[in-house]
């Protein structure tokens, strides 16, 4: 278990894009302490303890995404280079194994958060304004860090490794990432959590509920705060006690029983039959013939039914790996997601009559205006994969 980790956590601080990646989530965290608005109230600053905190709870969420994306690449690195006969002939275990991947898997997620946390930080320290509080402690940050940050790392890792050893199947893996967010945004919606500022208030007993439900703990810790003074959420951390505390004990136990199950579950017995030495020998007596191979001349034509044929058959190559890469399933949900909430978000705003935007044109401009900026990084991505991959085969 402890060679396992040792060699994911070396493996990851030998790759670029490990750096490439801190980098970029410390600069997106910069940009979201920089420039979120978010008012909870006259009187409360957003470097206070209350706001601080909510908003590392809410962007944890960013978990999943980062989670999701390490797994893809950690969790099925033995079977894209072909190492797992290697591996499991040795007197490694199922257990050792489970137990030594969880760990890596979630101590590196929870890095590349504490760098974007790290990021949040600096951006709001650099930030001037009437709204910012004089007085900042570094509990702060520290709090939802581990409240939040460490929590939702284990239950995000937990699902995200049972999913993938269990099926073994990276694109399910990376589905199941997905689908944890958008159940939980949906659940948000309909549970009325105040998570969503245009849902009615609720009531106390499904305050409760939602406390104790929410995976991400945010019901919690609004439930904990809501009779919190100006005064009380500018300089007090949200107590871990009642419901908030009920909620991360049951996060917590949930994540433990998803490791020991997959690690009870799992054996790399049920992987041998995926390997070439395991197939059934040939009767002896009876070998199996080897068709001998007939060498013919082949004339090149250069002409332009075959430069017509040439650029076909790239086509539909390009297009066979387009469509059965995750990526595409991946991005095709995420963008079909996106805009339902967005024409959620339109629908709420009460600019037209519920009943007959469904028909309007609104609907179309909404969904055009929404469309161009993830369609752009979708085009920008597939269009740099596939070029890659076309010099990569040709001149490499």
């Known amino acids: 278990m402890k060679n396992l980790f040792l060699f994911d956590v070396r493996y990851a601080l030998r790759t670029v894009g490990h750096y490439l990646s801190a980098i970029l989530l410390l600069g997106a965290g910069v940009f979201c302490g920089s420039s979120f608005n978010l008012s909870a109230g006259e ?30 690449r950690l969790l099925f690195k033995e079977r894209d280079n072909c190492f797992e006969p290697l591996l499991f002939s040795t007197a490694l275990t199922g257990k050792q194994y489970v137990g030594g ?20 930080a600096i951006g709001q320290h650099y930030r001037t304004g009437a709204e910012m509080g004089a007085t900042v402690k570094a509990i702060y940050y520290l709090y939802p860090l581990l409240v939040f940050g460490l929590i939702n790392t284990l239950l995000v890792c937990s699902v ?6 269990g099926f073994n199947n990276r694109l399910l893996m990376v589905l199941a990432g997905i689908f944890l967010y958008m159940i939980y945004m949906i659940a948000l919606i309909y549970s009325g959590s105040p998570f969503m500022t245009s849902t ?39 107590p871990l006690s009642g419901y908030f505390l009920l909620n991360r004990l ?19 017995r049920k ?50 790996y387009l469509f059965k890469n995750v990526a595409t399933t991946t991005a095709l949900i995420l963008l079909l997601f996106n805009l339902g909430m ?52 040709v001149f490499i």
């Not at 969420?61 to 390490?70: D, N, S």
């Not at 991947?101 to 949040?120: A, C, K």
Request: net charge positive; proline share 6%; aromatic share 16%.
């Open 160 to 165: 995200l490794l049972t999913v993938a050893l």
């Open 271 to 320: 992987l041998r039959r995926r390997f070439p030495g395991n197939q059934k020998k040939q009767v002896a007596g009876y070998p199996k013939a080897t068709p001998v191979p007939v060498l013919r001349p082949t004339f090149s034509r250069f002409n332009p039914r075959s430069m017509v044929n040439a650029i076909m058959s790239f086509t539909k190559i390009d297009l066979i």
């Open 200 to 238: 009615m208030p609720q009531s106390e007993a499904a305050q409760r509920i939602s406390a104790v439900a929410d995976p991400f703990g945010l019901s919690g810790y609004f439930s904990n705060s809501r009779h919190f003074s100006v005064s009380n959420r500018n300089n007090l951390l949200v």
């Open 43 to 72: 009187g409360i600053y957003m470097n206070g303890s209350y706001i601080t905190g909510f908003m590392l709870g809410l962007m944890s969420l960013t978990i999943v995404f980062i989670a999701t994306v390490l797994g893809s």
């Open 342 to 393: 967005e024409l959620y978000a339109e629908i709420e705003k009460g600019i037209r009559i519920p009943q007959l935007y469904p028909s309007s044109g609104l609907m179309a401009q909404t969904i055009n205006q929404n469309f161009y900026m993830p369609a752009a990084f979708i085009m920008l991505y597939f269009a740099n994969d596939i070029c890659w991959r076309s010099y990569t085969s």
């Open 250 to 268: 049951i996060v917590v136990f949930i994540a433990v029983c998803l490791v020991f199950y997959t690690a009870n579950y799992f054996s790399p």
């Open 101 to 120: 991947r969880f760990i890596s898997f979630t101590i590196l997620t929870f890095w590349y958060f504490t760098w974007m946390s790290l990021g949040f």
